[in-house]
């Protein structure tokens, strides 16, 4: 049996400088319930993790919130010094408790969590960082400032966003180069198709969160269950071949904390869509 390799859902280059497999690893589920604590089987979560290089795995995406810190601390002890792993990670988001975010974007917070985050990941640079949420209570203009102090003191490699508009990105662009945006979207859900095409004219490279629908579009009942069955795979591994192909600027990361389902996720970059299964999936009702 040829063993999943990432690498077949082929590349992008974050900033047009730095090559990265285009399906990539989404490294929240490695936490307890809620996105809070440590996960209940931590070992799992390491043989997770360290599955990751074999898999051709080269992008794993975090953040400060999630744990909060647990992932990142995970990703130190399972992958640490990461090799050829590029390493991208969020902040401006605080967790009173389980399954609650608040943005926090004051410059001087966004600034002390990249210094804490490359305190966990043990880097001297992050390759990717991304502003988790513009704050509303903050003037975005000083939010975007802080993200440029960033890169100026060579803090970060590249900056991104997640969560936001066009219009929205067009501003960060006067302040910062934006090599990311990460935007909720998947097969049934597809409000962003314009940030997704603006990115893609960009060369930003557009990081979909929620890939899966949190396994919505995993289930028998899954309008992608038909073309799963023809093609012998899971819905979920239909979902992401969709969005491999719906754009090269796509870089999926589903996450999971186990084993054999990071493997299945990896082997979706095999499966080659026709032109009518993909127009199908792209025609099914969405939100």
Partial sequence: ?????????????????????????GAMRVTGAGIWG???????????????PELGVDFVDTADAYGPDVSELLLREALHPYRDIVIATKGGQVRPGPNEWIPL????YLLQQVKMSLRH??????PLWQLHRIDPQVPRDEQFGAIKSMLDEGLVRFAGLSEVTVEEIQAAEQVFPVATVQNRYSATFRRYE????????RGIGFIPWYPL?????SGPESPLAEIARRHQASPAQIALAWLLRRSPAMIPIPG????????????????????????????????
Avoid: Q, W
């Fill in 105 to 108: 974007g004051r410059p001087e």
């Fill in 256 to 287: 999971t904390s186990k084993r054999a389902h990071l493997e299945e996720n990896v082997a979706a970059a095999d499966i080659g869509l026709s032109d009518e299964e993909f127009e199908a999936l792209s025609d099914i009702p969405v939100r």
């Fill in 213 to 217: 629908s949190g396994g919505a579009l």
């Fill in 121 to 126: 990941l043990g880097l001297e640079r992050i």
């Fill in 1 to 25: 049996m040829t063993t999943a390799d990432a690498g077949r859902a082929g590349t992008f280059c974050l900033g047009g400088e730095l090559p990265i497999h285009r399906l990539g690893f």
């Fill in 194 to 201: 314009d940030v997704l095409d603006y990115c893609e004219s």
């Fill in 38 to 52: 440590e996960p209940a089987d931590r070992r799992a979560c390491i043989d997770t993790l360290r599955r990751l």
